[in-house]
Structures are given as C-alpha cells and as structure tokens.
C-alpha cells in the first residue's frame, strides 16, 4: 500500500508527482527592505524541488504591510513583487515541481513596532500583553481585497496556485479565536461560523478574482489550543464549511504559538512510528465528513513513510505534509523513493526554528553531523 504515496496524483486540482507537500515554513530568507526573496531563498526551494517533493508551499507572505510578521519574510503585497516572485516560480519549475504561495496577514502579531497592532477587536496579545486596536469595518474589507490581490499576484508569477493561512495564530485565526474576537457586528458572534465570516468573504472576492480553476487551498488550526479558546469539534464544523465554499484543499495542523505549549503545531519529543501525525483524528474527522469534496492534507509530527500510507489507507487523509523533516533532510523523498525507507533525520528539537534570527533558516543538527557531531543542542 505505502507505494500509492510514491503515485502521481491530482490533489487540489494541482498535478503532483506524489502525495508529500512541502507545508509553508518561514525561512527568513527574504529581503527585509523589500520583501523579495534573496538568491539564497530561491536556491534553498530549489533544492526542495530537486529533492523529491509533490508541491512547494512557500512561507507564509505578507498581504499588506502591516500583516508582515517577521523579519525578512516574503512579500506579495504590491504588483512590484511579481517579477521577483516569477523568478522563484521559475526556478522551482524549472527543478520538476509545483509551487503555491501562502498569504498571510499578522494582526496582533505584527513585526513592526509603533502604532497598536490590528485584531478583530480592542483586546491584549495574550502572548506578549500589549494592546491590540479593533479593525473598522472598512480596514476588514481592505483586508479581503488585500488577499485577493495578493491571489492575483500569484497566480500572475505563474505559481500553481495560493493558500490561505488560517492556522496558528495570526490574522484570520483570531477572528476564529473567542479570545480576540469579541465583535458584536457581522464580523463576530457566539459561533466559530460567524466568526468566520471574514474568511468566507475572502475566498468569494479571491475567487471572483482568480477565477474558478486557479486552485485554492486553506490551512487551518482545527483548534486554538488554549483554555476558552475554539475547540477541535469547531474546527471540525468550520472545516465542513470551508469544504462548501470549494476550497481546492484543506491542510489540517491546529494550535497557535501563544497556546499551550503541549498544543502548539511544532511539537517535540516526536518518536518515528509512535507519536505521529498528531492531528490524524481531526482529519480523519474533516474528510468524513466533507465526503470528497476538498482533498484533506494531514501536517504535524509526520516522519516516516510507513506511517503516512496506513493514515492513507485507513482514510485520514489525501496528501501528507513536512516542514521540520525537510529542514534538516531537503532530499529525504528522494531518499525514500530510491529505497531507504529510515524514518526523517529529523529529532524534533525545535533548534531550526532559532536559527532565522540570524540568517536563513537550517537544521544545526544535521550540520554538526556532517562535521562528524551528531548531538542534539543542550537547549533541545
């Protein structure tokens, strides 16, 4: 069974030369004045391509300026970003592999500091305590159209598609959040549907932009992860949803970085054959439910191959996503397709994720071994 993985498959309306994504990693890799990815970025999705992968899903990209998160991450906000944006499609093409960019807005996690950040309402960042200003209906709209555009701009570069980030923590998940979004206009509610009306609109006018074959995809926490934050059984229902508005794709992670820490989409201590696929329910659940019409993509804690073709067969999911284990082994499908079948290099330590503060993101791990170190570090 574990050979249909290896299977070319039309997943999302996207031709894929097997069912592993590549899910959306910030790689710190951009130009921080302008949002562009470097040569170096370029390269290293490059070498992604080469190394065996279905399809590339960038880190997340900015829609306006003040979505922008982190520093030196991609842009998409203006028109200008095309041609840049074109020479990445470019090179991944050029390596065998489809690529989607994902757009993302910030909110309350904002990377530039002055004015308060923007959330669904007048609220604290529950993870660093400042104050957060509540975005009037017209900054809301500006906001739709701001992702439509951005969807046009990808689609322009000739990217294979664009997904929408609706997981871990920013933008669009805190108007999913009870915590951030206390609205009592047409934009919140007591329900994870209200709530999510701004998502709903987003996907209408980004369609209505893109057209009807321009695939779509969403990536979603199916839950916060916090106490008094949505549950998995809301996540599970706003996924149903999503399904009826023909998204092309649901990828399935859940948890935010300002939630519990034994919740959160990255976690550790993952052992290769036990621990797995740390949202394999939920999917499970969503693809039930939504009775084939999206495709449900499984992401979190995934390391071996033997693993993802029993959730496949036993029905948890259409296409399985890695981030972690591509940091520290970019040639690992490859790897598996020419029969070493060994679990992911990766250990879970969590040390790539520090790494960006200071350059492109890497695996220091996988560094040190082949310097004839292999140790996690003290802090893993």
């Known amino acids: 069974m574990e050979n249909i ?92 592999c489809p690529i989607l960019f994902q757009l993302s807005h910030a909110g309350a996690f904002k990377a530039k500091e002055g004015e308060p950040a923007l959330a669904p309402s007048d609220v604290k960042n529950p993870k660093t305590g400042t104050s957060c200003r509540a975005m009037t209906v017209s900054e809301i709209h500006s906001t739709i159209s701001n992702f439509a555009k951005a969807a046009v701009r990808a689609k322009d570069s000739n990217a294979d598609g664009a997904q929408i980030h609706l997981a871990h923590g920013f933008l669009l998940t805190q108007f999913l959040s009870p915590l951030f979004n206390k609205r009592k206009d047409a934009y919140g509610g007591d329900d994870i549907a209200k709530r999510a009306r701004i998502i709903f609109e987003i996907l ?123 940091i520290a082994e970019p040639d690992l499908i490859n790897r598996w397709i020419d029969g070493n079948r060994e679990p992911s290099e990766c250990i879970s330590c969590n040390a790539c994720s520090r790494t960006g503060k200071s350059g492109i993101v890497y695996c220091p791990v996988m560094r040190d071994a082949t310097e004839g170190i292999w140790a996690p570090l003290p802090e893993c």
């Open 5 to 96: 993985i290896f299977k070319p498959v039309m997943l999302g309306k996207v031709g894929l030369k097997n069912r592993i994504i590549r899910s959306a990693t910030c790689l710190s890799g951009a130009d921080e004045k302008t949002g562009n990815p470097s040569s170096a970025l370029i390269g290293r999705y490059k070498e992604l391509a080469a190394g065996g992968v279905g399809v590339i899903i960038t880190g997340h990209a900015y829609v306006n300026v003040e979505g922008k998160a982190s520093f030196r991450q991609l842009s998409i906000c203006s028109d200008d970003d095309v041609l840049e944006l074109s020479r990445l499609v470019n090179e991944v093409h050029e390596a065998g």
């Open 204 to 326: 209408e006018e980004t369609r209505y932009r893109v057209g009807d074959d321009f695939p779509l995809w969403v990536k979603i926490s199916v839950m916060e992860g916090i106490q008094q934050g949505y549950t998995s059984l809301e996540g599970i229902r706003l996924a149903e949803e999503l399904a009826k508005a023909k998204v092309d794709a649901i990828e399935v992670s859940g948890g935010t970085f300002y939630g519990n820490e034994t919740l959160t989409p990255s976690r550790t201590g993952i052992i290769a054959g036990k621990n797995e696929g740390y949202f394999a329910e939920e999917a499970r659940a969503i693809r039930e439910r939504i009775k084939g019409r999206t495709h449900v993509i499984l992401v979190g804690g995934l390391r071996s191959i033997e693993v993802m073709a029993n959730f496949y067969d036993k029905g948890v999911a259409d296409g399985f996503a890695l981030s972690r284990p591509l």
